[in-house]
């Protein structure tokens, strides 16, 4: 009996065809690995201060109880009569806006803009017992979802380090690369043979990889999404993103508080002391109109900017279901001039608010700030690994040796020449990111050069590394 000749030698020892994924993946990987190494820091940071802020929801409750909560009563008074009684304990300043209060048990903030030795970016808000007009405290406030001091100064931390507008740049960078990171991650996870990929019986630098790629890859559509919705209030990226929107028919719109002028001059004064008959509508009639017109707690109203513009009632619900909606009600008639209602915003005008309260986690409340906190711990986590696995494969690691420079080299053209097209693009529409890319680059290709003068190989040579 005959056998006839095994060909698995020969089959065996053939090398497999190359895909057209084979050229990317050395420059996807030398992409994550610079940016894991540079960015990583700013990435650090971010996370730890986005960490703080998730939490300092629930603190800010805990530390400013006093001023935010009252027994509830049986019945408020006018929200004239809280006004004064904020102008009477704090008379410095003008009233900028008035936040009645939205439920049982909760205090009136009265806004005052001006207020000798208050941040000129901030109001000085008044809390007011609706009940009883007790005044229960002043505390600075910062911006339209109603940062008090600790809020604020966390916030401000996560944003810009203290450091005003330069140190947005921080936060800037780290938004800008880190759907880079992630995404490129993810691509090389999803590359890699599913029996690379384990943790459980593994160890060393290889168990370091198996965590870093798992987490990485379940919560990289997290840091897509906050990376995407950071931008769009980042300097740079974020105008350019506005000027996009507004030349799409897609800017945020306003209610118009103009109003003929003439007849009702005066009524500044009134709305800055709380408005009376013999001065216009008043407070209190313009926030029935308001009601009137479908307008439910929480409410902002604004005051008249100047002897032509109405008060503006907002709604300022930024939690699910949104209320957006507002109006402005003419300080002489009583009489609603112009409505703005969100069901009717742009859709890109609707997701660029829903994505930045889901972000700064107002969006579902508790559960949203749970989430992001979750995130910036795994985000933490994530740099962690990248260092370690840095440091192990130094030591000398048998499991994964580095990408050599000049990987883009190997690209063929046409999938360079787009890449390139591409990356020129959303370098200028993202600068942050275009301008450390193009850095990063110029070293690669500098350092490739001086190393194949030296006579390293380099990747493409004839004994490359793979």
């Known amino acids: ?87 009477k304990a704090h008379p410095d300043g003008t009233v900028s806006a008035v936040r009645p209060s939205p439920e049982a048990g909760a205090t009136t903030r009265v806004l005052l803009s001006g207020v000798r030795g208050v941040d000129p970016g901030h109001t000085l808000a008044v809390f007011v017992d609706p009940y009883t007009a007790e005044v229960r405290g002043a505390l600075e406030q910062y911006g339209s979802t109603g940062a008090l001091p600790l809020r604020t100064w966390v916030d401000e931390l996560h944003r ?6 330069s140190g947005r740049l921080y936060s800037e960078l780290a938004a800008s690369w880190l759907w880079v990171v992630a995404g490129g991650g993810l691509v090389l996870w999803f590359a890699r043979r599913r029996a690379l990929r384990r943790v459980r019986g593994t ?3 290889r168990r370091t990889l198996g965590l870093h790629g798992t987490v990485g890859v379940w919560t990289a559509a997290g840091f897509l999404f906050l990376s995407a919705t950071g931008l769009t209030w980042s300097t740079y990226a974020g105008a350019h993103i506005d000027e996009l929107r507004t030349s799409l028919g897609q800017a945020t719109p306003s209610v118009s508080a103009a109003v003929s002028g003439g007849e009702h001059a005066g009524h500044g004064t009134a709305a800055g002391t709380g408005g009376t008959a013999e001065h216009g509508a008043g407070l209190d009639k313009v926030l029935a109109a308001a009601r009137a017109e479908g307008l439910s707690d929480p409410v902002e109203i604004v005051p008249p900017a100047d002897a032509h513009s109405a008060y503006v ?26 409505e703005l209602r969100f069901a009717d915003y742009p859709v890109l005008a609707k997701l660029t608010r829903w994505g930045i309260d889901l ?41 994964g040796r580095p990408v050599p420079r000049g990987a883009w080299a190997e690209v063929p053209p046409y999938l360079l020449v787009p890449a390139l097209a ?22 690669d290709i500098l350092l490739g050069e001086i190393a194949h003068r030296r006579g390293r190989r380099t990747y493409g040579s004839a004994a490359g590394v793979k």
């Open 1 to 87: 009996m005959t056998t006839a000749p095994s060909t698995a030698p020969a089959e065996a020892s053939r090398p497999a065809p190359r895909s057209r994924w084979a050229p990317l993946r050395p420059l996807v990987l030398r992409l994550h690995f610079y940016a894991g190494v540079l960015v990583a820091p700013f990435l650090l940071v971010a996370a730890v201060t986005g960490l703080l802020y998730a939490g300092s929801f629930q603190a800010e409750k805990l530390v400013y109880g006093h001023e935010l909560t009252v027994p509830a009563g049986e019945r408020e008074l006018p929200v004239s009569a809280q006004v004064a009684a904020a102008r």
């Open 160 to 165: 810009d380090l203290h450091l005003g507008e």
């Open 203 to 205: 160890s060393g630098r």
């Open 313 to 338: 009632v907002k709604q300022i619900q930024r939690s699910w279901p949104t209320k957006q909606d507002a109006v402005a009600v003419d300080p002489a008639t009583g009489r609603v001039t112009d």
């Open 359 to 399: 972000h700064t986690g107002s969006l579902f409340g508790l559960a949203n700030q749970i989430a992001l906190a979750l995130l910036a711990l795994a985000l933490i986590l994530l740099v962690v690994w990248g260092y370690r696995m840095w440091w192990q494969r130094g030591r000398g690691a048998a499991f």
């Open 422 to 443: 591409a990356v020129t693009v959303l370098g200028w529409f993202v600068p942050l990111l275009g301008i450390p890319l193009a850095a990063f680059l110029a070293v």
